[in-house]
């Protein structure tokens, strides 16, 4: 079965600065697809950025930004001018391979909560 | 275009009720899948629904069931609430085919409290 670690339960950054919060994932599949959700206090879940396995370039989203390291199988999160609004848990996700018909299912690792500090 | 929606937002009910809770997905989203957040195992995944069909269940018990409509508003099923049921639920609507029908955009959770 797939499985996604974060071990950083807690992460915090100074207002401005950047930070990069890390993503293990186990599966034996090639071809996948892996995100970064973010939940504020308020409790909606955001799509934040998302990466195909098949590309090797590194996703970006404005400050958001992703090093996929296949081999590896690591999914960093890299937010850059860190603002307030930044502030909640983020969540690294797998979803298995876009077979015709097939499930997206997400598994989800336990979560990063990151503060920004003024 | 709306959301996803979840209905209601919080419920507080007896063990060994049952309740239902109702999700509406972004209009012209067919797939609907539900995970239950709680802080000690964190998202879990129960079902997903594509065209009314399940299409994966997670590893939940029997008391946990779910459905969806031709709509595409899926609803899910406890009975015999317990305790441990207490949790955030999370509805998540997707396209549900092609490329870009792989994001999912997650509705704000229904609140479940079992007493």
């Known amino acids: 079965a797939q499985t996604v670690t974060q071990s950083q339960p807690e992460m915090s950054v100074q207002e401005a600065e950047t930070v990069t919060l890390s993503c293990t994932y186990d599966?034996?599949?090639?071809?996948?697809?892996l995100f970064w959700y973010k939940q504020p206090p308020s409790r909606q879940m955001i799509l934040v950025i998302r990466?195909?396995?098949?590309?090797?370039q590194n996703a970006t989203e404005n400050r958001f930004s992703v090093n996929f390291q296949k081999a590896a199988k690591s999914f960093s999160l890299k937010i850059s001018d860190s603002q307030l609004g930044d502030a909640a848990m983020y969540f690294c996700?797998?979803?298995?391979?876009?077979?015709?018909?097939?499930?997206?299912?997400?598994?989800f690792g336990k979560g990063t909560k990151l503060t920004v500090n003024p | 275009k709306a959301g996803v929606t979840q209905t209601p937002r919080y419920l507080i009910k007896t063990r060994g009720q049952q309740v239902t809770l109702s999700c509406s997905p972004i209009?012209?989203?067919?797939?609907v899948s539900w995970y239950q957040q709680t802080p000690g195992q964190g998202l879990q995944f129960l079902f997903e629904?594509?065209?009314?069909?399940?299409?994966n269940k997670g590893n939940f018990p029997g008391r946990f069931s779910g459905r969806q409509f031709s709509n595409s508003r899926s609803e899910m099923n406890v009975s015999t609430l317990e305790l441990g049921d207490s949790a955030l639920y999370l509805c998540?609507?997707?396209?549900?085919?092609?490329?870009?029908?792989?994001?999912?955009?997650f509705g704000p959770g229904t609140r479940l409290t079992v007493t």
């Open positions: 998540a609507s997707s396209l549900g085919q092609g490329k870009s029908g792989h994001e999912q955009y």
């Open positions: 599966t034996s599949e090639s071809d996948y697809y």
């Open positions: 990466q195909e396995a098949y590309k090797q």
């Open positions: 996700a797998y979803r298995g391979p876009p077979l015709q018909g097939g499930s997206e299912k997400l598994v």
């Open positions: 209009s012209g989203h067919r797939s």
């Open positions: 629904y594509f065209s009314e069909t399940q299409r």
